[in-house]
T-cell receptor, first 117, second 115 residues
């Protein structure tokens, strides 16, 4: 049981579909993250939100669109994805300074397995 | 730029023997170092971290890690391995002076504990 909950755990979508991944954190943190984990590659940071403001976007294609309505919820909207986007998408949260770079721990959810067909 | 290297893709150890999973890092400022574990089909679980102070850090499930600044290493250790320790282990680093949220991960090391 973690303090970060992701839904759905598994998602299969066609390349023309629109779907969303949802994340909720119950830890009272102010920063939330989306990471992508692909086979044979290191974890890639996609987006960071602090106090609902997007603070980092690591050159992620526009077919991935994040939304952070409040400090507890984070969404990743998916549209016209490619098969190579199939991966485990991990949400995480931490209590962090406004400009990051603290030693505070980042806590991860269980992930959403995405398969694009 | 910050980076992490985990030189071994896989480590095999017999149950009851000590285990070591290696990690080296590179940052321009002072490092914040983390170890996470991932079991099959699960997310990442935090094991331990080094921020400052004592170079030997103790964490969950009997794991510990030693920060060595001169060798820029942060190896994960456990005195006696259990079969249940078999999992994927990730080392990660954050540069304390970077002004960024970026937590950079290594590729991961698969630990197999053989009964």
């Amino acid at each position: 049981e973690t303090g970060v909950t992701q839904t759905p755990r598994h998602l299969v979508m066609g390349m023309t579909n629109k779907k969303s991944l949802k994340c909720e954190q119950h830890l009272g943190h102010n920063a939330m993250y989306w990471y992508k984990q692909s086979a044979k590659k290191p974890l890639e940071l996609m987006f960071v939100y602090n106090f609902k403001e997007q603070t980092e976007n690591n050159s992620v294609p526009s077919r991935f669109s994040p939304e952070c309505p409040n400090s507890s919820h984070l969404f990743l909207h998916l549209h016209t994805l490619q098969p190579e986007d199939s991966a485990l998408y991990l949400c995480a949260s931490s209590q962090d300074k406004p400009r990051g770079s603290s030693g505070n721990t980042i806590y991860f959810g269980e992930g959403s397995w995405l398969t694009v067909v | 730029a910050q980076s992490v290297a985990q030189p071994e893709d896989q480590v095999n150890v017999a149950e009851g023997n000590p285990l070591t999973v290696k990690c080296t890092y590179s940052v321009s400022g002072n490092p914040y170092l983390f170890w996470y574990v991932q079991y099959p089909n699960r997310g990442l679980q935090f094991l331990l971290k080094y921020i400052t102070g004592d170079n030997l850090v103790k964490g969950s499930y009997g794991f510990e890690a030693e920060f060595n600044k001169s060798q820029t290493s942060f190896h994960l250790k456990k005195p006696s391995a259990l079969v249940s320790d078999s999992a994927l282990y990730f080392c990660a680093v954050r540069d304390s002076g970077a002004g960024s949220y970026q937590l950079t991960f290594g590729k991961g090391t698969k630990l197999s504990v053989i009964p």
